[in-house]
């Protein structure tokens, strides 16, 4: 890790992550739909199998392991050494298809040498990186390793997440949640101060126009932002729609449907900005 980024996560979101719990969170609740709509935009913008594709900040290899085993070559980055553990583990679970590489490393200066890589995916470092200049160095570098015509996919959870997970799960009769919320939707940094909470820990929430800013600034071209989610993460019986093959296809159908819509870009926990070298 380049010394001029030492520390990419302050301490709290170091222990938020060293719970171990970021493993199983795409495999249950609402984190489903996360799953099934970053994996359904990941088959329609990446190129096709057998290129090279850079997960950075890809946690615990969920996507990364996915995507070898359709043929990609997956290199794998991310900050927390718990996670590539965990990703090692997974990519020795399907040895005809392992991992590229799997290494600790820092979003922000990336090993990888310039224009070596077809795709580019930042699912997690741009709101983990909660100041501008830090979100732009990570997509530089994105920029920086991408071949000329190489897409970016980059994820960034969309401001107004907080106030609409806690209408759903009736935390804002919590005060101290209020505050965060109301923090959040002033300038985008979400804080958790009350280890004792479930919140979620430190981070940034863009509003779909700074995250298309961002991407711009950091040389890319012809972005498009779509929603992941849509609406369907605000059924308070998500789980029994899920559970039903036809009621799920209308969640996700529903979500392809407003995916693009500019009123309705925050409806959604999270934003996928696609963009190209």
């Known amino acids: ?16 992550y060293e719970r171990g719990s970021e493993a ?29 594709v850079y997960d950075v900040g890809g946690g615990p290899g969920v996507y990364a392991c996915r995507l070898a085993a359709q043929g990609y070559a997956v290199h794998l980055v991310d900050a927390m050494p718990l996670h590539i553990e965990q990703a090692r583990a997974a990519s020795e679970l399907q040895p005809a298809h392992p991992l590229a590489s799997c290494s600790v490393g820092d979003a922000r200066a990336l090993g990888a040498a310039s224009a070596s890589a077809d795709a580019v995916l930042l699912l997690g470092p741009l709101y983990h990186l909660t100041e501008r200049a830090d979100r732009l160095a990570a ?21 107004y997440a907080s106030a609409l997970d806690g209408l759903l799960l009736e935390t804002l009769a919590d005060p101290d949640f209020v505050a965060i919320v109301e923090r959040d939707l002033v300038d985008g940094q979400h804080r958790n101060p009350h280890d004792d909470r479930p919140y979620f ?60 819509v500019p009123s309705l870009l925050g409806i959604g926990s999270h934003l996928m900005a696609v963009a190209w070298r």
């Open 1 to 16: 890790m380049n010394a001029e980024h030492e520390a990419p996560f302050p301490p709290e979101m170091v222990a938020f």
């Open 24 to 52: 199983a969170r795409l495999f249950r609740g609402l984190g489903r739909l996360e799953l099934a709509r970053t994996t359904e935009l990941l088959s329609r913008f990446l190129p096709p199998p057998s290129v090279v």
């Open 139 to 159: 997509l530089e570098e994105a920029h920086r390793i991408l071949k000329p015509g190489g897409v970016l996919l980059a994820a960034g959870i969309t401001r």
């Open 201 to 260: 820990t430190t981070a940034f929430f863009h509003r779909p126009d700074e995250l298309a800013s961002e991407v711009e600034v950091a040389g890319f071209r012809g972005c498009r932002l779509l929603n992941i989610e849509g609406p369907g993460w605000l059924m308070p019986d998500f789980d029994e729609r899920w559970q039903d093959p036809e009621r799920r296809e209308i969640l996700l159908r529903v979500a392809r449907y407003l995916e693009e």
